[in-house]
């Protein structure tokens, strides 16, 4: 994107996209966009899903939850801000595995 925004608008400083989702696809184009999304969206369907199959009263419910609302705010603050390469959204994404295997086991 910063390599190839000057050739379109000539003058304008390269800066990001501000936004994840126009940044991945001038960066990886349509299947990079696609595999960002995928990976996010089964991030966070594997959380919903280790969320209503934890036996009743286990920690892994609530963190669950509360995985999924924190990815939720990471996407919806990423169509207006260009972090799709921030640590801690992968670093959560790595904590919903966790979760989610927890979620398997007895209390």
Same mark, same amino acid.
């Given at each position: 994107? &910063? ?5 379109? &608008? ?6 990001? /996209?501000?936004?994840?989702?126009? &940044? ?38 609530? /963190? %669950?939850?509360?995985? &999924? ?6 996407? %919806? ?23 989610? %295997? %927890? ?5």
């Amino acid at each position: 994107y &910063q390599a190839l925004v000057r050739i379109y &608008q000539p003058g304008i400083d390269p800066l990001s /996209a501000h936004s994840n989702y126009v &940044q991945m696809l001038a960066e990886t184009g349509f299947p990079g966009l696609l595999l960002y999304l995928a990976f996010f969206g089964g991030t966070l369907l594997a959380l919903g899903a280790a969320a209503n199959r934890a036996p009743p009263g286990h920690w892994s419910a609530p /963190a %669950a939850r509360l995985l &999924q609302v924190s990815l939720v705010a990471y996407l %919806a603050g990423g169509g207006f801000n260009s972090r799709h390469d921030f640590v801690l959204a992968y670093a959560l994404a790595g904590a919903a595995l966790a979760v989610a %295997a %927890a979620s398997r086991r007895d209390p």
